[in-house]
T-cell receptor, first 114, second 116 residues
Framework: KQEVTQIPAALSVPEGENLVLNCSFT??????LQWFRQDPGKGLTSLLL?????REQTSGRLNASLDKSSGRSTLYIAASQPGDSATYLC?????????????FGKGTLLTVNP | GAVVSQHPSWVICKSGTSVKIECRSL??????MFWYRQFPKQSLMLMAT?????????EQGVEKDKFLINHASLTLSTLTVTSAHPEDSSFYIC????????????FGSGTRLTVV
């Protein structure tokens, strides 16, 4: 059974700082990995999608890496802004028979202080 | 980009009544839709998977007679919480996948259900 762990559970940083969020998964047989952002009381916004054959993806100030063999992914946020404050969720999609299912981590609550 | 619309965004109902939540894919056809439940400060838990034109597949521990899912078209799935009780109060989120396997999942904005 796939398990996804996100560290840290919460992070508070001053504006302008670069930061890294970590995601680890127990079963390396994944189809892809997706990072989401969730604002309080809202749905999920997809940030980056990394296919199992890829090593990283970039979008603006965000960079996500994937090391499938070690079961790890990181989300790097450059020059953080107060508007980046949200919960960041990592989810993996399995490559087996139930390959459509996403397994989520519990998320990292990020607070960027002005 | 792919957009999923979910309605209502919040609803309050009395115990014993039923509530229907709609999930629509606005600019793509969703062959598969998913319904999640999220408790405060917890992650998303998959409740069921629905494929257009066929019965939904429920996760272990989810009562299919209580959480009725209908996916009658490629753009609409509905979740009906029947005979709602206060313990059903939660945040429900749907997601959809387009017809290409390389795509990620797009999520709706969620529905906050409060049963009083």
């Amino acid at each position: 059974k796939q398990e996804v762990t996100q560290i840290p559970a919460a992070l508070s940083v001053p504006e302008g700082e670069n930061l890294v969020l970590n995601c680890s998964f127990t079963d390396s047989a994944i189809y892809n990995l997706q990072w989401f952002r969730q604002d309080p009381g809202k749905g999920l916004t997809s940030l980056l999608l990394i296919q199992s054959s890829q090593r990283e993806q970039t979008s603006g100030r965000l960079n996500a890496s994937l090391d499938k063999s070690s079961g790890r992914s990181t989300l790097y946020i450059a020059a953080s802004q107060p508007g980046d404050s949200a919960t960041y969720l990592c989810a993996v999609r399995g490559s087996g028979g139930s390959n459509y299912k996403l397994t989520f981590g519990k998320g990292t609550l990020l607070t960027v202080n002005p | 980009g792919a957009v999923v619309s979910q309605h209502p965004s919040w609803v309050i109902c009395k115990s014993g009544t039923s509530v229907k939540i709609e999930c629509r894919s606005l600019d793509f056809q969703a062959t598969t839709m998913f319904w999640y439940r999220q408790f405060p400060k917890q992650s998303l838990m998959l409740m069921a998977t629905s494929n257009e034109g066929s019965k939904a597949t429920y996760e272990q521990g989810v009562e299919k007679d209580k959480f009725l899912i209908n996916h009658a078209s490629l753009t609409l799935s509905t979740l009906t919480v029947t005979s709602a009780h206060p313990e059903d109060s939660s945040f429900y989120i749907c997601s959809a996948q387009g017809t290409g396997n390389t795509y990620g999942y797009t999520f709706g904005s969620g529905t906050r259900l409060t049963v009083v």
